[in-house]
Each structure stands twice: as C-alpha cells, then as structure tokens.
C-alpha cells in the first residue's frame, strides 16, 4: 500500500488537477444548458466562468477536509511480517 508514509493522503497538486478536469467538464455542461435555456452565449460564458472559479475552489477544500478524515479508510497495519 503506496502513500501509507502520509496517512494516504492526496497531494495539493493532485488535489488541485483533479479540481480543475472535474471544472473543465462542468463548465461545458453550465455553459450548454445556461446558453439553451436564455439564448445568450456572452451570458452562459459569463455564468460558466463564474460558476467554475466558484466550485474550483470549493471543491479544492472539500477533497482536503476528506483527506484528513479517516472514515471509510482502512488502516495500515501496525506491522508487517
């Protein structure tokens, strides 16, 4: 079990790419349905953008408050044979 070293946790850079792939697919899917439902590109991209700097961030420090979290986590063991 690689990671044991640091409580298996994610780093920030790792953190932060997987934020901003996860943003990149969520600012297509904001920008498409904002565009369909008012008719106005300037307006979607405006909410796209917005919407994406947002959840960037937030979800930054969600993925961070669950790493130092333990639930759901097995543990390593004490020692090995």
């Given amino acids: 079990m690689r990671g044991w070293g640091t ?3 994610e ?9 901003i792939t996860w943003r990149v697919l ?9 565009w369909v439902v008012t008719g106005e590109a300037g307006l979607a991209a ?3 953008v917005v919407d ?4 960037i961030g937030m979800f930054y420090f969600h993925e961070r ?3 130092r979290s333990r ?3 097995s543990q390593p063991p004490e020692y090995q044979i």
Avoid at 26 to 34: N, S
Avoid at 52 to 55: A, E, N, P
Wanted: glycine residues 14%; aromatic residues 8%.
């Fill in 52 to 55: 994406t700097l947002v959840k």
């Fill in 71 to 73: 639930f759901g986590r």
């Fill in 46 to 48: 405006a909410v796209g």
């Fill in 26 to 34: 969520g600012f297509a899917v904001t920008v498409g349905t904002t």
């Fill in 11 to 19: 780093s920030h850079r790792r953190s932060i790419t997987k934020a």
């Fill in 7 to 9: 409580a298996g946790l």
């Fill in 65 to 67: 408050a669950w790493n």
